[in-house]
């Protein structure tokens, strides 16, 4: 449908720029079409094309703010869905993230000679992150906890998000395609509306993985911690046996005796799965040495913690 909003393309792009969602849900719906069009003339019509046109709206919630000509962000939104229809049909193996871009010509996208940022940074760059984490929040868990591993975690290859969920690497597939569609819809339901700090959520479970970290290191948890972690609590995995239930509690004991030490490196939170990135050190000698980063994957009911897994994510290559 037509956007009723009589700004042009440059004006809406700038507002976008600065931070206003509205302006951005705005540009994706007066665009959509002629995206939809790029996506069909490319891999014809069918899932594949809607998954394209959905990849480019997420992206462009990343790097709108890379757009040089704002008058000609039609042709930069088409660019975006036509380099990511190209990588369908090429791809050999998986790539992670909320891609699309990194490949089109510098003309369309200013890229920065270092690495790039994490994806939550450029989303904070580009203040849109409590927009996209109110769509987030709508999400089932189920398709809400795969988009998180796949876009804002380093838990991000199919294989290990399947295994993450114990569930096929099809059934991983599918439910990214119905997450980034339905996060298309709610995005552009809800571009006008004001939305949560979620810069807060994540900074209180940064702090809670600090203070967890810190108190087991003393040898005991404090009681807004351990209300945290309810005797019903379980450790699932690696670290638990089948049939058994295993609290969390005992087994960072374990690994604290061992000299095993954890370090947040980052943090994604929504209101009940949390994920907590670390960088892990070994005492000097170790004969079974722990991996070098691992995660824990948290679900939660009104914040308390139901059930924990370790996640050790491949090494980055």
């Known amino acids: 449908m037509a956007s009723l909003d009589p700004s042009t393309d440059a004006e809406l792009t700038r507002r976008a720029q600065s931070g206003e969602t509205g302006a951005l849900g705005l540009l994706l719906a007066r665009h959509q079409a002629s995206m939809r069009a790029v996506a069909m003339s490319l891999l014809g019509y069918g899932p594949d094309a809607e998954d394209a ?74 203040a849109m992150r409590d927009w996209i984490w109110d769509a987030v929040e709508e999400l089932p868990p189920q398709l809400r906890l795969v988009l998180m591993l796949r876009h804002f975690s380093g838990i991000t290859s199919y294989q290990e998000i399947a295994a993450v969920c114990e569930v096929p690497v099809g059934t991983v597939r599918s439910r990214l395609s119905q997450a980034r569609g339905k996060m298309a819809r709610v995005l552009l339901s809800t571009a006008a509306q004001t939305h949560d700090d979620a810069s807060a959520l994540t900074e209180d479970s940064r702090q809670e993985a600090l203070e967890t970290l810190q108190a087991s290191e003393r040898g005991f948890l404090p009681r807004e911690i351990s209300e945290l972690w309810p005797a019903e609590a379980e450790m699932v995995g690696r670290f638990g046996r089948p049939g058994e239930r295993v609290h969390p509690t005992p087994v960072m004991r374990r690994m604290l005796a061992a000299g095993v030490r954890q370090h947040v490196r980052h943090v994604v939170a929504s209101r009940d799965i949390t994920i907590w990135e670390m960088d892990v050190t070994n005492p000097a000698g170790a004969t079974d040495p722990c991996p070098p980063t691992l995660a824990w994957l948290m679900l939660r009911q009104n914040r308390r913690v139901r059930t924990l897994r370790v996640v050790f994510p491949e090494p980055a290559r």
């Open 53 to 126: 046109v959905q990849d480019a709206a997420l992206t462009a919630l990343r790097r709108i703010g890379d757009v040089r000509d704002p008058g000609a962000v039609g042709a930069w939104l088409k660019a975006v869905v036509r380099n990511g229809a190209r990588m369908r049909l090429r791809a050999t193996r998986e790539k992670p993230g909320l891609d699309g871009l990194d490949h089109l010509p510098l003309d369309h996208l200013p890229l920065c000679a270092h690495e790039p940022p994490h994806p939550e940074r450029l989303i904070e760059q580009h």
